[in-house]
């Protein structure tokens, strides 16, 4: 892996109401050291957006704005020194994630039984809900940290990526396969081509298609609306899900399906789960999987 690294700090302390900041912006080339049709980067961020855009170029482009605010210089210092950005490179696979808050990101020993959001159970391990004391593995920070992460990527570049607070989520111009997570902000995918998976909990979820897909696809929102939007001609089936939600669409080739009952067993028993809303749209197709709970999905051709 070649990698160039460019590193510019600033250090910025006010005093007023004995705030005090600091801000440092880290930038990185990188290229994978394995190319395939299988290359895949990951961004696992805590607290900050995340905005990558696809290009024809065959290197990654990293810029990462770190921010530390804090009430004391002693505080302020701490922070700078334990929020960092950490990098695992696999060969045909790049990780970029936050260390030093006490989260711990690496592969889960039971990755195999994982339904993490990341890829084969890569992710955090939050040692203050383990069996270590919050003390020991230093989780109780005592400033504010936030880290923003650009990226410029092989448009042919596989993606998983998730933020938790106080950002949101911007990828366009990617045609390989997307998946995004959230907890406190939106998601914007634009000009996909493959399929896409994209949860959140307060935001909403936007997702245009310059290609439509021709794999299942899925797209959650707790508290948010969903705006999807696909080329003319749209071929798929479609489930639609939602507690103070309704759908809305402009597309006039549209069939309701019979109610599906899905069967699942269970340690106390069997679980049964009716949907009837289910569509096939056009001569039918992949299935595009919506979920609100209170939120509206608007699904439109263009």
């Not at 103070?244 to 599906?260: R, V, W």
């Amino acid at each position: 892996m070649k990698t160039h690294i460019a590193v510019w700090v600033l250090m910025i302390v006010s005093t007023q109401l004995g705030a005090q900041s600091f801000t440092e912006k880290i930038t990185k080339e990188l290229s994978f050291e394995k190319r395939s049709a299988d290359n895949a980067i990951m961004v696992a961020n805590i607290n900050g957006n995340i905005k990558i855009e696809g290009y024809s170029g065959d290197k990654i482009l990293l810029e990462v704005t770190k921010s530390i605010n804090a009430k004391t210089t002693e505080r302020l210092e701490k922070g700078k020194i334990q929020v960092q950005l950490g990098m695992i490179d696999r060969a045909d696979t790049i990780m970029f994630f936050v260390k030093g808050t006490g989260a711990e990101f690496g592969r889960k020993a039971d990755h195999k039984n994982n339904n993490s959001v990341y890829s084969n159970g890569w992710g955090y391990t939050w040692c203050c809900n383990g069996n270590k004391d919050c003390d020991e593995c230093n989780c109780r920070v005592d400033y504010d940290f936030k880290m923003d992460f650009v990226l410029k990527v092989p448009s042919s570049v596989h993606l998983i990526v998730s933020t938790i607070n106080d950002g949101n989520i911007t990828i366009q111009n990617v045609g390989g396969v997307v998946k995004a997570d959230n907890i406190n902000g939106s998601i914007n995918l634009k000009d996909l081509i493959r399929e896409a998976t994209a949860s959140t909990i307060n935001g909403d979820v936007d997702v245009v298609y310059s290609a439509n897909p021709v794999k299942d696809c899925r797209f959650f929102t707790l508290n948010g609306d969903i705006n999807a939007w696909f080329q003319k001609g749209l071929a798929a089936s479609m489930r639609f899900e939602s507690f103070n939600g309704s759908f809305y669409t402009n597309i006039d080739n549209l069939e309701q399906l019979p109610a599906k009952v899905e069967k699942k067993t269970m340690a106390d028993g069997v679980k049964y789960k009716v949907n009837g809303n289910r569509f096939k749209i056009g001569s039918g197709g992949a299935l595009l999987d919506f979920e609100t709970f209170n939120g509206d999905v608007y699904l439109k051709e263009k």
